[in-house]
């Protein structure tokens, strides 16, 4: 279950870098340069926010005070953090959507998340009844 926290450390470093690159993309813009890297600033809202809430998923999980299969614990660690991703991504890349290995991407962290998610749904329901 340690997993777990390494994946909200991992989301809420990359919620602090999110924030930081987006403070100076808006606020000490670099000629030609900020418009050509971050290209979809809303889209980079939306990851920091995705990580903040993903971390919290983390923790929470960790915290929750019962045993989670380790599969579970893994997937929502994994998926947690290549959820967000998936924006970060988009934000840089303005044609993400029309590319197919971001599409697939896209598909398996969904799915690892799913997998992730719903085991440890299993694990709460299994131990309140």
Do not use: Q
Not at 89 to 101: Q, R
């Amino acid at each position: 279950m340690a997993v777990l926290l390494v994946g909200a450390v991992l989301c809420m470093t990359a919620l602090i870098v999110s924030a930081w690159l987006m403070t100076f993309a808006r606020w000490f813009p670099i000629e030609g340069i900020d418009k050509k890297f971050l290209v979809d600033y809303k889209t980079m809202i939306r990851a920091h926010v995705d990580y903040a809430l993903m971390a919290l998923f983390n923790l929470a999980f960790y915290g929750a005070g019962i045993d989670l299969p380790v599969f579970a614990c893994w997937c929502v660690a994994i998926g947690g953090f290549a959820n967000p991703t998936v924006f970060v991504i988009a934000a840089f890349d303005p044609d993400f959507w029309n590319k197919t290995h971001w599409k697939i991407y896209t598909a398996a962290s969904f799915v690892i998340t799913t997998l992730g998610f719903i085991g440890v749904g299993f694990a709460f329901l299994k131990h309140a009844l």
